[in-house]
């Protein structure tokens, strides 16, 4: 047995638990959480950066009296505010499936 790997239950005792709907919960690596923790950062920053940016440019397009005058720019920040967006509800819905 290694150190990092605990002690594993009897088979009577991991069938009972089965039955219960018990599941036995892997304990997740420091590097695996640090990952995790700038992975989330890096989709919050870029949802939150492209809503701002998308709201700059709305303000632009109102002082210009309603002429766009770069549609890129607003697809490029609506891009951001949805990769961040999305990247956040995936996230979420892998660790609610655990």
């Known amino acids: 047995m290694d150190k990092e790997q605990p002690a594993r239950k009897p088979l009577r005792q991991r ?3 089965r039955k ?7 304990p997740v690596s420091d590097k695996m959480r640090r990952a995790v923790k700038y992975l989330r ?5 870029s949802q939150y950066l492209g ?5 700059f440019s709305l303000g632009e ?10 549609p ?4 490029i920040y609506s891009m951001m505010f949805l990769m961040g967006r999305f990247g956040i509800m995936i996230m979420k819905s892998v660790n ?3």
């Open 51 to 55: 809503l701002i940016l998308l709201l």
């Open 15 to 17: 069938v009972a638990d």
């Open 20 to 26: 219960r709907g018990i599941k036995e919960v892997k």
């Open 61 to 70: 397009i109102v002082t210009n009296g309603y002429q766009i005058e770069n």
């Open 72 to 75: 890129n720019l607003i697809i």
């Open 96 to 98: 609610m499936f655990k």
């Open 41 to 45: 950062i890096a989709f919050l920053t």
